[in-house]
Each structure stands twice: as structure tokens, then as C-alpha cells.
């Protein structure tokens, strides 16, 4: 059996087994979800290769009283990055774990949740806090995910899934705007594979990432979020300085899917990020829109249709722009299962001077308790 098919099977095992009844009878609960992508570059780019990822992750979750709960989870990696080996894109085709093989410490919080409030502290994902926009997690490259665009690519102390750092964040609703924000310790070099999340000192002068957003309806089903972001931590610049800071800014429109039935919803987004000395991807726009239940017989199932374009610093090593289009069919098993294949087309990988376009098809493994 091929090392390779080994996460599939635990993950559709895991689907069959039953929950513990422990945790059923004192309130804990098993977590556990599953995102594995196969992918091949069909024409174009550096070569025609295939290439597998996959995020795993598993723990537990329970009460602690008063409207408190905590987590801790564990996550495991691996895999080979396609965009590395043989397009030369900056985003990654196959989501935000395509980093290399690796075990994490990827939670371990405690949340406050209330009707109008929510509140969590610990170690944490930066990258899960913000942006707010729902509809990015129905795409597999990783600039349409719930760590996406060229924010992460700007600043390395946004932590991707599943990297880990303390921090805390929370939003509230003050009327009919959602007010969101925290702070995370954002030193990049403690988020490495080879610290497994397990560096655990408190060091806020090696550097915070805070991030504010406010989030408000807009009418006709809309809902619209302005949100900016600051660094303390040290970057280094394009000619080889090493540099303390940077900030970058977002703004969203967003149609949210309906809770229950057919819905199309959509969105798109403009990020920003001014100082052209540190941030390779200075602007950045994407969009993405999702029909579900187009199908009157297969009502849970949705298809999507997105495109993301990225402007290159021009003190950068890399010029010009690059672009994506994905579009991908997500085929739900059943409430713990999903398949979703894609296609991509990749658009001037690495900017001007870069590889050729390529067109990348895949499927998407999606499983979760």
C-alpha cells in the first residue's frame, strides 16, 4: 500500500467510527478534520508533475463553565508543494499547508462565546482571525483561503494553518456592526516547522501583530468589512536591510450563503500593503462566487468560480502581475465527507520573466467530525 494513501483511509475510518461515549458523557468532545489535495500540472509551467499535500488535524474541546470552553489540538503535515516544483507561483495551488512535512502544536485556547461576543486567548492562529469574509474557504489555492490573499505573503508573523502563536482576539456586536480585533506575537522565526509550534516563550519584543476590523451590513443581503493591520516584528527589505514594521489594509464586500437551501453568494476583496521596500504583493484583488444546490437533487452540493490578480513590488525580485482562475465542484458526501475537484489556471507565475501559464487539475479530500 502506498504511504500516500494511508491519511485517506485514516481519515475514512475515522468517519465510520463511532464517538467515544466518554466524551459524550462529560462534555468533551473529539475534534478532527481532514484537507488532502492531489494535484497535477496538465500543460504548462516548469514540468508536468504531480504532486500530494495534506493538513491533519485532531484534539479535544470542552466546557469549562460560565461560557467558557478550551481546545487543544495537534496538526499534522506533509507533502510536496507543487508551486515549488513545477509552476513557480507565489500563492500555492494546493492551500496553505503546502509548507512541508511536519508535526504542530497548532491550539490550545480557552473561548468565551455569548450572544454577542466571542473571545479566545492562547496559542493560537493569527491566520484564522482575519480577514471575516466567509466565502474564501469554498476555494483550494491558498490565496482564496481562510488565510488568504497576499496578506501572509507580506507578512510572515500572520501565521498560516496550522503554525501556532499566543495571542488573543475577539469581535462583538455593537448594533448592527460586528467590531473585530487582537494582538499575536508575530516573530516568524518561532512558526517554523522545526519549532513544531512548541516554542513557547513570551517574547512581545521580538515582535505583535495587532489587527482591527469592523464589519456592517450594506443592504439587499450585503455586508461590507474595513479592516488594517500592524507589525513590530523584523523584516528584511528587498536590498537586504533588516528593518523594523509593517502595515498593509483590507476592504470587503461580501453576499454571505443562506444558512439552509439554494443561495449564491459571493465576494471580493482589494488588499493593500504601501511599503513596496518589504511587501512583495503591495496590491491585490480577489473575487470568488458560490452557487449551492443548483442541483434540486443534490442540495447540499456547490459549484465555485474565482479569480485573484496580484501586483509584484517593483523593488522586488519579481515584476509584473500574477493572476489565477479556479473552478471547482464540491460533491458532499455526506455531513462529515466532501470531494472537490478543481481546475486551475495559473497566469504568469513569478510576474514578467517567470514560467509559462499553467493549468493544474486536482481533487480535494474534505473530512471533519
Known amino acids: 500500500m502506498s504511504p500516500r494513501a494511508l491519511p485517506a483511509l485514516l481519515v475514512l475510518a475515522a468517519m465510520a467510527a463511532p464517538s467515544p461515549a466518554l466524551a459524550q458523557d462529560v462534555g468533551v468532545k473529539a475534534l478532527f478534520s481532514y484537507v488532502g489535495d492531489w494535484d497535477a500540472v496538465a ?47 507565489v500563492q500555492g495551488v494546493q492551500g496553505p499547508f503546502n509548507t512541508g512535512d511536519g508535526l504542530w502544536l497548532y491550539e490550545m485556547k480557552a473561548t468565551y462565546r455569548s450572544e454577542a461576543l466571542m473571545f479566545q486567548a492562547g496559542r493560537l492562529s493569527a491566520g484564522d482571525a482575519l480577514p471575516g469574509v466567509a466565502g474564501m474557504s469554498q476555494f483550494v489555492n491558498s490565496a482564496f483561503s481562510s488565510n488568504g490573499g497576499a496578506i501572509t505573503l507580506n507578512d510572515p508573523g500572520r501565521a498560516a494553518t496550522p503554525a501556532a502563536t499566543w495571542g488573543a482576539w475577539g469581535k462583538a456586536q455593537a448594533g448592527p456592526v460586528e467590531l473585530r480585533g487582537g494582538a499575536f506575537l508575530s516573530d516568524p522565526r518561532r512558526m517554523t516547522l522545526d519549532k513544531h509550534g512548541l516554542d513557547l516563550r513570551f517574547r512581545p519584543a521580538d515582535g505583535v501583530l495587532g489587527f482591527g476590523e469592523a464589519v456592517a451590513p450594506v443592504g439587499a443581503g450585503f455586508r461590507a468589512g474595513l479592516g488594517g493591520y500592524g507589525d513590530s516584528a523584523r523584516f528584511q527589505t528587498f536590498d537586504g536591510r533588516t528593518v523594523r514594521g509593517d502595515a498593509g489594509w483590507y476592504l ?14 459571493g465576494f471580493a476583496m482589494l488588499q493593500a500593503a504601501p511599503r513596496r521596500d518589504r511587501n ?18 443534490r ?46 489556471w495559473v497566469i504568469s507565475p513569478g510576474g514578467k520573466g517567470g514560467g509559462r501559464d499553467a493549468l493544474v487539475v486536482g481533487v480535494q479530500l474534505e473530512a471533519g467530525l
Open 280 to 297: 512583495l504583493e503591495p496590491l491585490f484583488l480577489i473575487g470568488g462566487v458560490t452557487w449551492q444546490g443548483f442541483n434540486p437533487a
Open 252 to 265: 470587503w464586500l461580501e453576499r454571505p450563503a443562506a444558512e439552509k437551501g439554494e443561495s449564491l453568494s
Open 43 to 89: 500543460a504548462g509551467g516548469r514540468s508536468n508533475s504531480a504532486t500530494y499535500a495534506h493538513a491533519l488535524a485532531a484534539g479535544f474541546t470542552g466546557p469549562i463553565g460560565g461560557g467558557w470552553s478550551w481546545t487543544a489540538q495537534g496538526a499534522w503535515t506533509a507533502g510536496a508543494n507543487l508551486s515549488a516544483r513545477a509552476i513557480g507561483d
Open 299 to 344: 442540495p447540499s452540493d456547490s459549484v465555485s468560480l474565482g479569480a485573484t490578480t496580484g501586483e509584484f513590488s517593483g523593488r522586488s525580485p519579481l515584476r509584473g502581475h500574477e493572476s489565477l482562475i479556479e473552478a471547482n465542484y464540491r460533491w458532499a458526501v455526506n455531513e462529515h465527507l466532501g470531494l472537490r475537484p478543481d481546475v486551475q
